[in-house]
């Protein structure tokens, strides 16, 4: 059987799967990263127009991230050598140092782990996708792009905040939420506590839809 017939596909809630990679900034292995968030992202191919305009762009929120303990890593069906020549490329026509390592995935290992080949698109490059996970290694939330189509930083960052947010303040974040808009806290689970909420001081549209700023 192929190997591409096996995707696996990973499971918001549960660990990440680990992998050992070879790297622009040399080997990587996912568990070491634990203590750090990571966003790993694919993209179809080295020296195409949107890959290009992403790469740019993952570049200019490299450091946003990077306050937010969290590492970026990118990953193509390319070698490294690919990879290398395209970063030199960027760097001496656009005058934009790439500060990422890039996995170079080649036998689709990685790939395939993370369910980045979906043969409606490509039987040989990945679709672009966005895994983030946390500091513990668990697979927190996932984006999934065709190829013809750019990702939107601002949403990988905002994301990011609002995951961070949930952990630290054990609340939710509702629709459109920005840093410092107000949260949801979670709904009552009994029916006291069903009673209690309307009396605790929140802003509340109904005893389960309750808003407070932290």
């Not at 991230?65 to 069906?77: E, I, P, T, W």
């Not at 290398?84 to 080649?106: N, R, S, T």
């Not at 949260?183 to 309750?210: F, H, I, N, Q």
């Amino acid at each position: 059987m192929d190997p591409g017939d096996c995707i696996s596909f990973p499971t918001i809630g549960e660990p990440a799967p680990d992998f050992e990679a070879e790297t622009t900034h040399g080997m990587l292995k996912l568990s070491d990263l634990k203590g750090k968030w990571v966003v790993l992202f694919s993209h179809p191919a080295d020296f195409t127009p949107v890959c290009t305009t992403e790469f740019l762009a993952f570049s200019t929120i490299y450091e946003d991230l990077k306050a937010l303990n969290v590492q970026l890593v990118g990953l193509s069906v390319d070698s490294v050598s690919a990879h290398l020549a395209w970063v030199h490329a960027v760097k001496e026509k656009m005058g934009v140092q790439i500060p990422f390592p890039i996995i170079a995935d080649l036998t689709m290992k990685v790939s395939h782990q993370y369910g980045m080949i979906h043969k409606g698109q490509s039987s040989t490059a990945a679709i672009r996708t966005v895994f983030f996970i946390d500091d513990k290694g668990i697979m927190r939330a996932m984006l999934y792009y065709p190829m013809q189509n750019g990702r939107y930083m601002p949403e990988i960052i905002r994301l990011v905040k609002a995951l961070q947010t949930t952990d630290k303040h054990h609340v939710a974040t509702p629709a459109n939420w920005q840093p410092g808009d107000k949260v949801v806290v979670p709904a009552p689970k009994t029916a006291a506590e069903m009673e209690k909420r309307l009396t605790e001081g929140y802003e509340c549209k109904d005893w389960y839809l309750c808003f407070k700023k932290i």
